[in-house]
């Protein structure tokens, strides 16, 4: 090896053993066991100094809203915190592996959004006592139902929200937010804000033709009655106006399988079937449309947001809430009812923007409010 060579090489060894010996004083141990023997766990938090989230709610069946508040965490959280759904299964008991587990893995949890204060049952997903363990932030939830109620699950969500790890409550909607405080005294730590697909970033709407496009949206579920006729007649009562019938399966997954049978059932020659495993795809569809006719609550949420007005076909505080929230409460009419005709418009009149801009604004306060209280905590 020629001489030069060789004493560079010397150097070069030289310095890295005097730097090595530089950083084992620093880490208070010159043999560095310390470093070498550090647990794994605690090798994973020094690599990555980003706050890792354990997401709680309906994840995994490919539910349209509940998919889409994963793409809306990610969007307002995960530039700051690391995101994991906590359950791994769609079947009881949710978790393949204890949970105490991934309470372990994670720094706190977010529970929600969506429907998941059920006054009459608590679900073994949702409101589960280990997650207490770390810091809790529920945040985007709804009541489905305030006229039925049993007496221990007001007692189990009053104990569960009111323990000093839960952090934050955070209701969808005004009358949400009004249960809330009516009963489980949460004091301060309530607050609401629009549902939190109105903060999403939406991809421009698939282009349309000359003509007015319906979307029709159907479910497959145990509650749904199997009597088509009123939403048949509001079809036709459609293609006398104009427009051309769009089926969209708003559903991804398992779901989704279930609610493609369904609309197949409704399609007649002529009419559109949209299909995708894609969120941004079905999204774009509802950007097309002219008017929406929806079962789907956030079928008409995501249509709103693109100025599309909405028949939600199904009677329920969070559809009658959101309507009266953007001043359309007489959009509201069952797919039973012999009056849905009559909802659909010659002249669809689009959401104004300045609804749709206050939403989007409110609803990304309310991501603010929550990422700030997870860095306060976490």
Not at 100 to 105: A, I, M, P, T, W
Not at 314 to 331: D, G, Q, Y
Request: aromatic fraction near 8%.
């Amino acid at each position: 090896m020629p001489k030069k060579l060789k004493k560079n090489l010397k150097k070069s060894w030289n310095s890295m053993e005097f730097h090595l010996r530089n950083l084992k004083r620093r880490l208070g141990n010159s043999s560095g066991e310390a470093v070498l023997s550090m647990p794994k766990k605690a090798l994973v938090k020094r690599a990555n100094a980003r706050p890792k989230l354990g997401l709680v709610g309906y994840f995994g069946w490919g539910n349209f809203g509940d998919e889409l508040f994963l793409e809306a965490h990610h969007q307002y959280l995960g530039q700051d915190f690391d995101l994991t759904v906590a359950n791994d299964l769609t079947v009881a008991p949710y978790f393949s592996r204890p949970v105490q587990e991934l309470v372990d893995e994670v720094d706190g949890f977010v529970i929600g959004g969506g429907d998941l204060v059920n006054p009459v049952a608590v679900s073994s997903l949702y409101w589960r006592e280990e997650y207490l363990q770390k810091p809790t932030f529920v945040y985007g939830i709804g009541v489905p139902s305030t006229k039925r109620r049993k007496k221990e699950a007001i007692i189990a969500y009053r104990k569960f929200m009111n323990h000093p790890n839960c952090k934050l409550v955070v209701a969808r909607d005004r009358e949400s937010y009004e249960w809330l405080r009516d009963n489980l005294q949460l004091g301060d730590k309530l607050h609401w804000y629009p549902d939190p697909v109105c903060a999403l970033s939406r991809p421009a709407p698939k282009p349309q033709g000359d003509g007015k496009t319906l979307g029709v949206v159907m479910r497959e579920h145990r509650s749904l009655n199997e009597n088509m006729e009123h939403l048949k007649k509001m079809i036709a009562e459609a293609r006398n106006n104009g427009y051309q019938i769009k089926h969209l399966v708003l559903a991804t997954k398992e779901l989704g399988s279930l609610d493609l049978a369904r609309a197949q059932t409704l399609v007649e020659e002529g009419d559109e079937l949209i299909h995708s495993e894609s969120l941004h795809d079905l999204m774009s569809e509802i950007g097309a449309c002219s008017m929406l006719a929806t079962i789907k609550f956030h079928g008409m949420v995501v249509a709103t947001m693109y100025g599309i007005p909405s028949i939600a076909m199904s009677v329920t505080p969070k559809n009658r809430n959101f309507l009266k929230m953007i001043e359309r409460s007489e959009m509201l009419a069952s797919y039973l009812s012999p009056e849905l005709y009559k909802r659909v418009s010659f002249y669809p009149a689009r959401i104004p923007n300045a609804v749709r801009y206050q939403l989007q604004r409110d609803a990304k306060k309310g991501y603010a409010l929550l990422s700030k209280s997870i860095k306060s905590e976490l």
